[in-house]
């Protein structure tokens, strides 16, 4: 049987197997690993209830609190996208990441304040939420997070094999004479993707785990993606991991 595996996946054992253990110490908190995937999925309610959508982007301009580790667990549970941004990166370089995701939403800590203001005027249509306190022109957290908590999702609606899925991944990502490294350990799912980034328009290098060694016939499957490739017009090259 096919499961698919996610961070998701993962909260729920550790909330069922380990309901009462401290999973997160934050500062002074310390949060149940129940606690925290409840705190999850109130995060997610909040997200939906604010309009983002699956295949959406939620930017996070934060230290490594445990708001951070809520969203790599919330976001994904309503299908939307994770961009978290890089603390020590000065705002000019933040600029060109956040302006090509084009988040629907962005946390931040209040430190990181004039950075956001250096932002704002490139991403119209994007909601600011403060993370701790209040600030002029943005929502607050806490206020955001005084909900219920929203259902947990079933997983198994997940197809993580989707090649239609990879695509669209890839034609987001990719333009014409960009460049994409594909890595995994999977050759089916490896070479699904390798294939649509060069269809979105990307020359591809394809990384296999002992690309040599795994054979197909005599020609191994890194090869045989490569040609591939080269038939979508594409230029491809197998690296050994």
Known sequence: MFVPLTPIRCLMRAADQYPRKVGVVCGEARITYQDFERHCRIFAGALREIGVGAGE???????????????????????????PLNVRLHAAEMLRIVAHCSPKVLFYEPDFSATVNELRESIPGCRFIVIDGEQ?????????????????????????????????????????????????????????????????????????ARAADIAVGRTSAAE??????????????????
């Open 57 to 83: 982007r939620v930017a996070v301009l934060s230290f490594n609190t445990r708001v951070l580790l809520e969203a790599y667990f919330a976001v994904p549970m309503i299908g939307a996208v994770l961009v």
């Open 136 to 208: 002029k022109g943005a929502d607050t957290f806490d206020r955001l997070m005084n909900r219920e908590p929203i259902p947990l999702p079933d997983l198994f609606s997940i197809d993580e094999q989707a090649i239609e899925n990879n695509r669209r991944v890839a034609e987001r990502f990719s333009m014409t004479g960009r460049k994409a490294l594909v890595t995994g350990g999977s050759v089916s799912i490896g070479r699904e993707i390798a294939l649509a980034f060069a269809d979105a328009g990307a020359d591809v290098a394809i990384q296999y």
């Open 224 to 241: 045989e993606t490569v040609a591939a490739i080269a038939g979508r017009g594409r230029m491809g090259v197998a690296i050994d991991a």
